[in-house]
């Protein structure tokens, strides 16, 4: 796991542990339930899909660890009315406070300021936070499959140890290929400083934060950046495949990511690209390999009216 990752992951401990000292999980999961029904965000894909159209997950994001600031002028309700004026799918909304510089108000306003359906951007490892994220309005939630990556060190089984779920391997079979490791998900990242032994995803976590945030009506995008992660990701039960371009570890990004994990994914899901589309020909790439849809922050964020330029790009 990255060092950015990690510290990240470290931080939403201690604040879901602040958190629940202040108001226990009965309390904000009763508040939860209480909402208002939520807006149809996997519909909302698959309208746009339907027309032949690409569906564009706007995000709205101030700062990020590798950018710094992206956008001094920051109006969540005036972006968030610009985008769906524009043709926005839905949103993506950043809520993360230390290193990206969100907060969960950014998230309360742009939703007030339009129709469309909202996905909280954070770091969610714990039911708490999934919780939360409905008080707040959100139509669907974030799980990133590297932020549920079991050390090698832990102990694999009994000791209270956690162990994965066997995966199912539904892309592969559905590729005629059988899982070549059954019971495991090895990551590629062993042999590149996580020393002896293969990582992996606590899978049965995943499904459980998944199993919650469907039960409160919110819908999900699972985030995988290779071939491991999206194994473990398909184990789950959304359509919405994420893929990120960009390396968690390195920033790097490439877009060759996304085209070179697509074969893995069935047509059922929704394979949505992610992060460092920044031109037109980035889109017609993918929507030539038969991407539809994407998520796009910091290309709309640098540009003075960002629904302008999600009209220029997909235009
Ligand atoms: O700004 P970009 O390169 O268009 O990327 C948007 C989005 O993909 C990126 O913000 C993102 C993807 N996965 C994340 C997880 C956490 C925080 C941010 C992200």
Wanted: charge should be neutral; proline fraction near 6%.
């Amino acid at each position: 796991m990255s060092d950015i990752l990690k510290k990240i992951l470290e931080v939403k401990q201690a604040e879901v542990a602040r958190a629940v000292a202040k108001k226990p999980y009965a309390a904000v999961r009763a508040e939860a339930e209480a909402m208002p029904k939520t807006r149809d965000f996997v519909g909302a894909i698959r309208g746009k899909i339907a027309l032949g159209k690409p569906a564009v997950i706007s995000e709205i994001k101030k700062a990020s660890p590798s950018r710094g600031v992206i956008r001094e002028n920051f109006d969540p309700a005036a972006i968030a009315r610009s985008y769906e004026a524009h043709g926005a799918a839905c949103l993506s909304v950043l809520t993360d406070v230390q290193f990206f510089q969100g907060s969960k108000s950014h998230l309360i306003e742009a939703r007030a300021a339009c129709n469309i359906p909202v996905l909280r951007k954070d770091f969610m490892i714990d039911p708490y936070q999934i919780c939360r994220a409905r008080t707040i309005g959100a139509d669907a939630i974030l799980l990133i499959v590297a932020a549920f990556t079991l050390s090698p060190t832990l102990p694999r089984q009994g000791g209270g140890g956690k162990t994965s779920s066997p995966p199912v391997g539904e892309a592969r079979s559905a590729h005629g290929l059988a899982p070549d490791h059954p019971g495991k998900t090895p990551s590629p990242l062993a042999g590149e400083g996580w020393g002896e032994g293969a990582a992996e995803f606590d899978v049965a976590r995943m499904q459980e934060l998944e199993a919650l945030a469907h039960e409160l009506g919110m819908a999900v995008l699972v985030e995988s950046h290779d071939a491991a992660e999206l194994d473990a990701a398909l184990q789950l039960k959304t359509p919405l495949i994420g893929i990120n371009n960009r390396n968690l570890r390195t920033f790097e990004t490439r877009l060759e990511t996304t085209l070179d994990l697509l074969p893995r994914i069935s047509n059922e899901r929704i394979a949505i690209t992610e992060s460092g589309i920044l031109k037109p020909a980035d889109v017609q790439l993918m929507r030539g390999q038969g991407v539809n849809a994407f998520l796009v922050g910091e290309a709309f964020m640098r540009a003075e009216d960002p629904g302008v330029e999600l009209a220029r790009l997909f235009g």
